[in-house]
Structures are given as structure tokens and as C-alpha cells.
């Protein structure tokens, strides 16, 4: 298992499990500076003592032997685990070296010491004065923060202002350091792959130039060196296009924090100042403190960023009531009391700010609406899977191929945006789109046309390998075996939407051209993967996490380049059964926490009144009534369709709320497979066309209509989310609703439910059965 990776998001919030994190990054970086600074003193032994050679070579072979790579992340790809095991390959080559007694070293300090000693001062270095800067901020905010709490309320208010406003500045600065430390420490984690490596791999081409005996030695490592240089130049290539984006949210973060916040799983979470009762008067202790609505369990952990280290045990209780402390009955500002049900008294607590202690009170008594919102990331332009889409793409394929296939730099070379905009425009006018002319003006540059295609990709409501399945993409790169990992995104191509899949098998068949050709155009598949890995496969959250991923993205589109044949002309083999696939992936699931994507993407705390609740629900019946008549028969007709890629879903898919037509189906028959017990994936982001058929099926029934018997399973279930509908089939509801008739639906990743006498579907993934 690789370090952690940093969120941006959690430098606002400053947890013990940040600064625990944060930690282990530090203890790498001490780890590797350690260790950069012993190996460059063994290569000056190595240089200068010939009399010592045999014995300093032998050490510094088994330097090299011994160290290992930490990777941020889960896994690893080929070219990081070629680079890791490049260290064992080297030291191996040393000890044949010293096998064959050979006395000749020239030329060692410019390739290796030096480049090992500018990226130990330059790179760790910078990262140490960095944490310098770190530490400082971090003493001077806390201590002016205690210091702005401890303010009596009885000052002007003035004063209280000018305080409260050089506290923000002083906050905002603390933050913004520690932005700019996470990016940096994350930096030179991922420099060291190939600045670190680099100089030892021209120390040894240096070697085999002055050593006539190691001949031999040297044209035997010859192919793993042309492996070993394409790895390090790959994994230079995609640290290029990480730290970019990695540094894109960095500056998105610096703008507007509140938008980037991770998901918590908590209602509520923060630092707040717990009042306890000592010997000589009353103190006032930190803590970290986190709060569940559905539990109402408030758990304390006192912590001192200042001393980074629990200053206590952990206390959980069970929250009573929480009322606002007024300002007159206690010298401290921002002040609350709350009351738990199995510990006596009050406990008096102080929050950070007069905004923080206005959250900490709405999410305690839930008097006010907590909105969490997801802001949709995707473009909501007006391009799509149709027929004028297909002619976009084919005319831009076609230009490419008939007169700049031999172009250097192919789809790596962006055009201008205006001029990209402009062609865009041309290709997506109805009127011109019909035409049979394929082919495009010549006044057109071949990077505009290029930059046009990707453009219209991106432009698309969802990505072209669709949010649903990034995951599985990305675990089937993961996989150790090369043949497994085809045979994984062979399976998971078919099950994309038909249009999906005919846009994907084109542009395939046209990268897989432009691959052919990359001597000319110097555009191999690994370039390739690299320019449309995010376009065709990027994640529905932006985090650090999903950035690290990138480099398997690029892989997937590798794979499916230099196979598009077999994956789109032959039918994928029989995928292994739900139960192999548990056992298979359960290692890995099990010790893995789940990653923000895994959870709900959004939570709505809503109070409807009575009337208006009424109101929305005849809404609801009637537009239903008219729905369903003309869509039943298309929605049986496309889930049967469908059924048969249910038995080989992937277990491991997001935790998505699934998208479906604005349509209910009938009810499934008691042997249906589209059970709880199966496993269920999400339906296309885009919605099923619909039919003029008519069908006498309603999907909103009374509840007293519903009968319970042995051959359905009817049961009861509760919310674990809440939900907001998206459809008028669906049912909107908070955290804790209990519905009754809960049974199976025909769509997948969704069941039938009964709320106030309102029948309509439930996410699978929201709700746990009674």
C-alpha cells in the first residue's frame, strides 16, 4: 500500500488525519533524503578510492538493493513498477561488474553526483524550508487565534471588527501556505520517479562505454535500458500533465475553497473549545470535534495543532439539545451549550467564529436547512451522440488521414480557441452537418481540426467512456496481468450504450492510424494515451486522488488502441460468475477505504410543509399517469435488453445514483435476478428513448393497494441519504425515512417503495432494509 494522497480540501479543515498524513509524507521525504545523501557519498568512495573499488561497489549495490519506491496511490503502472525494480536491476549489474574486475570509473561525478545533489538541495530542499514556513504559520495563526478568542465581548465593537478582520487575513494566509506545502511535498514525491533514477541510469551507460570487459554485460542490458527510458520518459510525460492539473485545483482551491470542500461523512466537523471545570476555575480545551445527525453522536478528540498530538482520550456522547449561549451570560464569544443524554450537566462549547458557530447550531438542532450541493462538472454544450455528432467526427478523421497523418506533434499541438470555435460552429450547423461531403476546407490547420475533435468529445454531457464505469476502467488497468487487463476492458467496452461504443470503435480505429505512422509524426500509442486518457475517461470528482489516477487512464486508451480489434470486432468471453468476481476483488475491497466517488454525490436536507408535500405529489401522479402509458413497453423492451449484462455487472462499480427514463416499469416477476441479492450497475447517463407504445401499467400505487405475499419480497427500509428527485417516478426523501413495500424494480440500481401513501422508485444504494 503507496502513501496516502493529500487532499487540497483538507488543508481548510486541518484534521489529526491530515496532519497524520501529512506525516507519513514527511517521513518519505526525510527517508529519501537520507538515503540521496548516503548514495552520493558512496559514489564519491566509489570514484575516488580504487583500491577500495571491489568493497564501496558491493556497498552501494546493496544500497540500491535495498531501497524501495512509495507510490501515491493503490497501484502502480508498468513503467513506475519498471522503475521501481530498476534499483535491483542496477545492483545486479554492479555485482557483475565487481565479478569481472573491472577498474575503470570515468566520468561518474557529472552524470551522477551532481544531478542527485541539485535535486536533494533544489527539490527536498525546497520542500524543508516549505515545512519551515509550515510549522511557523501554523504557531503564529493558533496563537492569534487564541488570543482573538480570548477577547472579553464587552470591547467596542470596533475592536471586535479590526480583530475578527485580522484574524480572517491571518487564517487565510495559513491556509494558503499550507496549500502551496501539501502541492510541494506531493511534488517532489513524484519527481523523485524519474529525477531520481535518471542519473543512475547515465552513471551506468557511462560505465559500459570506458569498460571493455563489461561488453558483454552491457549489450544484455540493453533491452531493459530501451524499457527502463521509455518508462522514465512516460512517467516524466504524465507527471507533466498530473502537476498541471494537480496545480489547476490548487489555484481553484486559493479562489473558492467552500466549493471544493470533500464530502464528509459527517454532518458536522471542526475544531471547537471545550469548557472544563478544574481544580483552580475553569479551562478552555481544544478539541476536534465531529457530529452525526442520524446518530446524533458528537464525538471530542482533544488535539493541539502546535504540538501535533492528542492531549486525552476520546469522548462520545449522544446529543439532548443544543442552545446558543447568549453573548451577556459568558465573557467568551461564540459560545454554545449542549446537553447529552448519558453524560450530566452542560457542556459548554466555543466555536471558532460567529459563521462556524451558525453551522455547528444548524446541523445540532436541524432548525435550519443544511444544503450540500455537487455542483454538475459536465459541459453543458450542445453536443451529442447523433447523427450530427458522427459527421463532426468523421469529417475531422477524414481531414487528418488524407492530409496530415504525417504531422509531428498530432493531437498534442492545440490550435487556436478562437479558430477552433469557429470550425466547431461550421461542422454543427444542421444545415451543413447532413451534407455527404466529408471533406473538410483546406484553409483549415490541421491542429484546428485536431483541437475540433477533442473539443466535441469534451463538449459531450458525460464522457464518451461514461462516469458509471471509471472506476471499473481504472481497476481493470490496475491489474497485474497484461492479458487479464484486456480481457477486463474487452468486457466493459460492450457494455457501454451502442452509440458510446460506435464512437469509441471509431476513434480507436483512427488513433490506431496515427500510431502506425509515429515515425513521422512522433505520436506513439503511450503520446496518444496521454492527450485523450482525460478527455475520454475523466472522473466525475475532481480530487488529488482521481489526478494520480490519470496515468491509468492513459493506459486504458493504450490498451484499447493497440487491441481495437479484438475489443470491438470480436464478442467479449464469458465474464467470470458474481461469486469468482467477489472472491477475486474482496482483498482489495476489503482493505480499502472508500474513495469520495464511492459515496452519494449529493444531500439535500429538505423540510417540506404539508401542503406543499400534498401539492408536489398530484403533480407527481398525474404527469406519471401520462408518461407511463406511452413508455412502459420501450422500458421492458430495453430492460430485457439489459438483463442479460445484469449477471455479469461489476461489484466493485460506484456508488452512483443511477440515471433512468422518466418512466416506472411493472413490477418483476418473483424469479426476476433483479433482486437486492444481485448485483446492480448504473443505467446510461443519457436518458432511453421512449416509445409511443401504450401500456396499461401505472407506477404510482395506493398503498393499501399493495399486497403482500409469499412470493415478493415486501419489506421495510430506511434511508441511510438523503435524496432529491430528479424524475416524477422517483421519491424525494431525508436521512432516516422509513418506507414500506420496499421490493424489487425492474430498473437497475433502483427499488419500489411506498412514503405516505406515494409509490415511486428508491435508489439501492440509499437505503438499508429493516
Known amino acids: 500500500m503507496g502513501l496516502p494522497a493529500l487532499e487540497f480540501s483538507d488543508c481548510c479543515l486541518d484534521s489529526p488525519h491530515f496532519r497524520e498524513t501529512l506525516k507519513s509524507h514527511e517521513a518519505e521525504l526525510d527517508k529519501t533524503n537520507k538515503f540521496i545523501k548516503e548514495l552520493i557519498k558512496d559514489g564519491k568512495s566509489l570514484i575516488s578510492a580504487l583500491k577500495n573499488l571491489s568493497s564501496a ?10 531501497f524501495k519506491f512509495q507510490c501515491i496511490g493503490d497501484a502502480e503502472t508498468d513503467d513506475e513498477m519498471c522503475i521501481a525494480r530498476s534499483l535491483q536491476e542496477f545492483a545486479t549489474v554492479l555485482r557483475n561488474l565487481e565479478d569481472e574486475r573491472i577498474l575503470m570509473i570515468e566520468n561518474a561525478s557529472e552524470v551522477l553526483i551532481t544531478p542527485l545533489e541539485k535535486f536533494r538541495k533544489e527539490q527536498i530542499g525546497a520542500a524543508k524550508e516549505a515545512k519551515k514556513k509550515y510549522d511557523k504559520e501554523t504557531e503564529k495563526y493558533c496563537g492569534i487565534l487564541e488570543k482573538h478568542l480570548n477577547l472579553s465581548s464587552k470591547k467596542k465593537e470596533s475592536q471586535l471588527q479590526e480583530a475578527d478582520s485580522q484574524v480572517d487575513l491571518v487564517r487565510q494566509h495559513f491556509y494558503e501556505v499550507s496549500l502551496e506545502y501539501v502541492f510541494k511535498v506531493q511534488e517532489v514525491q513524484e519527481r523523485k520517479m524519474f529525477e531520481f533514477v535518471e542519473p543512475l541510469l547515465a552513471f551506468l551507460q557511462g560505465l559500459f562505454t570506458f569498460y571493455h570487459h563489461g561488453y558483454e554485460l552491457a549489450k544484455d542490458f540493453s533491452d531493459f535500458k530501451t524499457q527502463l527510458t521509455i518508462s522514465i520518459q512516460n512517467t516524466r510525460n504524465r507527471f507533466e500533465g498530473t502537476r498541471s492539473e494537480v496545480e489547476s485545483l490548487m489555484k481553484k482551491m486559493k479562489e473558492n475553497p467552500l466549493e471544493h470542500k470533500t464530502i464528509s461523512p459527517y454532518t458536522m466537523e471542526g475544531y471547537l473549545y471545550v469548557q472544563e471545570k478544574r481544580h483552580f476555575g475553569t479551562s478552555w480545551v481544544k478539541h476536534y470535534c465531529t457530529y452525526q445527525r442520524d446518530s446524533k453522536q458528537i464525538t471530542m478528540v482533544p488535539f493541539d495543532q502546535k504540538s501535533g498530538g492528542k492531549g486525552g482520550e476520546d469522548e462520545s456522547v449522544t446529543l439532548k439539545s443544543c442552545t446558543r449561549r447568549k453573548t451577556d451570560s459568558i465573557e467568551k464569544r461564540f459560545c454554545f451549550d449542549v446537553e447529552a443524554v448519558d453524560r450530566p450537566g452542560v457542556i459548554t462549547m466555543q466555536a471558532l467564529s460567529e459563521e462556524d458557530r451558525r453551522l455547528w447550531m444548524e446541523a445540532m438542532d436541524g432548525r435550519e436547512p443544511v ?5 454538475d462538472s ?15 467526427i468523421r469529417k475531422c478523421i477524414h481531414a487528418v488521414e488524407t492530409r496530415g497523418i504525417n504531422e509531428q506533434g498530432l493531437y498534442r499541438i492545440v ?10 460552429s461550421v461542422l454543427m450547423d444542421p444545415k451543413t452537418a447532413s451534407e455527404t461531403e466529408t471533406d473538410i476546407c483546406a484553409e483549415w490547420e490541421i491542429k484546428t481540426i485536431t483541437s475540433a475533435l477533442k473539443t466535441y468529445l469534451r463538449m459531450l454531457p458525460g464522457p464518451l467512456m461514461m462516469y458509471q464505469f471509471q472506476r471499473s476502467f481504472i481497476k481493470a488497468a490496475k491489474l497485474e496481468n497484461q492479458e487479464t487487463r484486456v480481457s477486463e476492458i474487452h468486457s466493459l467496452v460492450h ?11 471509431l476513434l480507436m480505429n483512427h488513433l490506431a492510424n496515427v500510431a502506425n505512422n509515429h515515425k513521422q509524426n512522433l505520436m506513439t500509442v503511450a503520446n496518444l494515451g496521454v492527450v485523450f486518457g482525460p478527455t475520454l475517461l475523466r472522473p466525475q470528482e475532481e480530487t488529488v486522488a482521481a489526478i494520480m489516477d490519470i496515468k491509468f487512464q492513459n493506459i486504458v486508451i493504450e490498451i484499447l488502441i493497440e487491441n481495437h480489434e479484438k475489443i470491438f470486432n470480436t464478442v467479449p468471453d464469458a465474464p467470470l460468475s458474481n461469486a469468482q468476481l467477489h472472491l477475486s476483488r474482496k482483498k482489495s475491497s476489503d482493505s480499502k477505504p472508500p474513495s469520495c ?7 439535500f436536507h429538505t423540510v417540506q410543509s404539508t401542503e406543499k ?6 403533480i407527481i401522479n398525474s404527469s406519471l399517469e401520462s408518461v407511463v402509458s406511452s413508455n412502459a413497453n420501450s422500458i421492458l423492451n430495453s430492460s430485457s435488453s439489459l438483463q442479460p449484462n445484469m449477471n455479469s455487472s461489476d461489484p466493485d462499480l460506484d456508488v ?17 435476478p433483479l433482486s437486492p441479492s444481485w448485483p446492480m450497475f448504473s443505467a446510461p447517463s443519457s436518458p432511453m428513448p421512449t416509445s409511443s407504445t401504450s401500456s396499461d401499467s401505472s407506477p404510482v400505487r395506493p398503498e393499501e393497494e399493495v399486497r403482500e405475499d409469499s412470493s415478493t419480497p415486501f419489506r421495510k427500509a430506511k434511508a441511510l441519504y438523503a435524496c432529491k428527485a430528479e424524475h416524477d417516478s422517483e421519491l424525494s426523501f431525508t436521512a432516516g425515512t422509513v418506507f414500506n413495500n420496499v421490493h424489487p424494480s425492474q430498473e437497475p440500481g433502483w427499488l419500489e417503495g411506498t412514503l405516505n401513501g406515494k409509490t415511486g422508485l428508491i435508489p439501492e444504494n440509499y437505503v438499508e432494509f429493516l
Open 378 to 392: 459536465q459541459n453543458e454544450g450542445m453536443a451529442q451522440l447523433d447523427s450530427i455528432g458522427f459527421s463532426v
Open 415 to 424: 490550435g487556436v480557441n478562437s479558430r477552433v470555435q469557429k470550425l466547431l
Open 371 to 375: 444544503y450540500n450541493s455537487n455542483k
Open 613 to 618: 408535500q400534498e401539492q408536489r405529489n398530484s
Open 597 to 603: 466517488s464511492e459515496r452519494p454525490l449529493t444531500l
Open 57 to 66: 561497489k558491493r556497498k552501494f549495490a546493496d544500497s540500491l538493493n535495498e
Open 656 to 672: 452512483v445514483k443511477p440515471t433512468r427514463p422518466n418512466s416506472l416499469p411493472p413490477n418483476p416477476s418473483p424469479t426476476s
Open 495 to 505: 457494455r457501454l450504450p451502442e452509440k458510446n461504443r460506435q464512437m469509441l470503435q
